[in-house]
């Protein structure tokens, strides 16, 4: 079982940045650096919609909306995920999750889809004003 607890989130006017963590425990023999970890958020009365996904070796990809604005990384030794934002818009507004699982084959091709991930944090909230 991989515990996610996310942090970091908050209110802040059009234009302006947030950095989010995910703390995650859990195997004692493994790190952030071990699973493919993913950045989802949600409104109310949307689907999920994976942010940004990075894979045990280092590999990232982004949602169209978020690319060039936000990055994604992790620290093997804090075994936290984070989540950069910048130049955030009102439609950044949302529940953000962390979410992990095993890495598999072809990253690229299923790393932003929900339905590919079994550990999941709670949620931290966004709120970006104009």
């Known amino acids: 079982q991989v515990h996610l607890v996310e942090s970091g989130g908050g209110s802040v006017q059009a234009g302006g940045s947030l950095r989010l963590s995910c703390a995650a425990s859990?195997?004692?023999?493994?790190?952030?650096?071990?699973?493919?970890m993913t950045w989802f958020r949600q409104v109310p009365g949307k689907e999920r919609e994976g942010v940004a996904a990075?894979?045990?070796?280092?590999?990232?990809i982004y949602t169209d909306s978020v690319k060039g604005r936000f990055t994604i990384s992790h620290d093997n030794i804090k075994n936290t995920l984070y989540l950069q934002m910048s130049s955030l818009k009102p439609e950044d507004t949302a529940m953000y999750y962390c979410?992990?699982?095993?890495?598999?084959?072809?990253?690229?091709?299923?790393?932003?889809?929900?339905?590919?991930?079994?550990?999941w944090g709670q949620g931290t909230p966004v709120t970006v004003s104009s």
């Open positions: 979410a992990a699982r095993f890495p598999r084959l072809q990253f690229m091709s299923w790393a932003l889809s929900s339905n590919e991930y079994v550990f």
């Open positions: 859990g195997y004692s023999s493994t790190t952030v650096g071990t699973y493919t």
């Open positions: 990075i894979d045990n070796d280092g590999t990232t």
